[in-house]
């Protein structure tokens, strides 16, 4: 009970990151687009920090798609197993993803050290942070994704069966 109640505020803070990033590119591109057409300026740090807001957004995204078992899979192979062997089978394939993820975490890390040891800082534009302020978002995502995997072979994270697209 206790691992449901931190999945669904887990849940509600994924969701909320990824509405921000969302209404955050929104706002920032509308903004520009309005100050550039109506003074003929372009802000110089407006594209790259959208395109950060972006890939943020499809990182929070993933972690949602991770939540609600919403990857693809092929539905096909799996169909034609019976209902234990399928059940067999998303255990085996959340364990290895959960592998994946965890790699994933660690070279993120190694990535972001990488470039705070290099001092990298966005090339073309003024963004007032380095790059690794930006790459965070590869590991803290792992490592979100790892602990929705955990959660979700612990019987915490069970979702719904998914409706096929047919």
């Known amino acids: 009970m ?7 505020i887990l849940a509600r803070a994924e969701d909320g990151l ?12 509308t903004y520009e687009i309005t100050v550039r057409t109506l003074s003929g300026v372009s802000l ?12 943020m957004l499809v990182y929070f995204s993933a972690i949602g ?4 078992d919403g990857h693809i899979r092929v539905e096909f192979v799996v169909g034609l197993f019976g209902e234990r062997t399928q ?17 994933a975490t660690w070279l993120g890390i190694i990535f ?11 090339a073309h534009s003024n963004l007032p942070f380095p790059v690794w ?12 994704i790892s602990l929705r995997l955990v959660l979700r072979l612990l019987g915490a994270g ?4 998914r409706e096929s697209g047919e």
Do not use: H, Y
């Not at 206790?2 to 669904?8: A, E, G, P, T, Y």
């Not at 085996?92 to 965890?102: E, G, N, R, V």
């Open 44 to 55: 110089p740090w407006s594209e790259e920090f959208s395109r950060v807001l972006l890939i």
């Open 65 to 68: 798609l991770t939540r609600r």
């Open 18 to 29: 990824a509405v921000l990033c969302l209404a955050g590119v929104f706002l920032l591109v």
């Open 158 to 161: 069970k979702t719904p069966q």
């Open 87 to 103: 059940r067999r089978l998303g255990w085996f394939a959340d364990f290895l993803c959960l592998l994946f993820s965890l790699t």
């Open 133 to 144: 302020v930006a790459q965070t978002i590869v590991p803290i995502s792992f490592a979100l």
């Open 112 to 122: 972001v050290k990488e470039s705070i040891w290099f001092n990298l800082s966005f």
């Open 2 to 8: 206790m691992l449901k109640k931190v999945s669904d």
